[in-house]
C-alpha cells in the first residue's frame, strides 16, 4: 500500500521541477523551431506560388506573341507570293510577247522567202519546162 510520506512530496516536487525545466528548456525551443521552420515553409510556398504564376504569365505571353509572329509571318508569306505571282504574270506576259514578235517576225521573213523563191522558180518555169522536155524528147525543142 502506499504512504504519504514525505518521500512522495519530494518527488512530486521534483517532477514538477523537471517538467518545467524540460519545458522551458527543450519544449519551448523545440516549438519556436517547429513554427520558424513552418514559417520558412510557407515563404517559400509563397514564394513558388508567385513564381509559377509569373513563369504561366510569360509563357502565356510567349505564346501570345508566337501567334502573332506565325500570323505576320503567313501574312508576309502571302503578300511575297502574291507579289511573285504578279511578276511571273508579268514576266511571262513580257516572253510570250517577245516571242509573238519573233515568230511574226520569222513568219514575215519565211513568207518573202517563200515568195522570192516562187518568183525565181517562176522565172525559171519555163528554162525547166524546155529542159525536161529536151531530156524527154531527146530532142532540141
Do not use: G, Y
Given at each position: 500500500m502506499i504512504t504519504l510520506d514525505l518521500s512522495l512530496w519530494v518527488q512530486l516536487i521534483c517532477a514538477l521541477i523537471m517538467m518545467a525545466l524540460l519545458n522551458s528548456m527543450l519544449y519551448k525551443p523545440m516549438r519556436r523551431m517547429l513554427e520558424k521552420r513552418e514559417e520558412k515553409m510557407s515563404a517559400?510556398?509563397?514564394d513558388v506560388e508567385k513564381f509559377e504564376r509569373n513563369a504561366k504569365q510569360l509563357l502565356e505571353n510567349f505564346e501570345k506573341k508566337m501567334s502573332e509572329a506565325r500570323l505576320a509571318g503567313?501574312?508576309?508569306m502571302e503578300k511575297l507570293k502574291d507579289e511573285a505571282r504578279k511578276t511571273e504574270g508579268e514576266l511571262m506576259e513580257?516572253?510570250?510577247k517577245e516571242a509573238q514578235e519573233k515568230k511574226s517576225q520569222l513568219l514575215a521573213e519565211l513568207t518573202s522567202q517563200i515568195e522570192a523563191a516562187r518568183k525565181e522558180l517562176q522565172a525559171?518555169?519555163?528554162?525547166?519546162?524546155v529542159e525536161i522536155a529536151q531530156?524527154?524528147?531527146g530532142r532540141a525543142v
Open positions: 517559400i510556398r509563397s503567313k501574312s508576309e513580257a516572253a510570250s525559171k518555169a519555163e528554162s525547166f519546162a531530156k524527154l524528147l
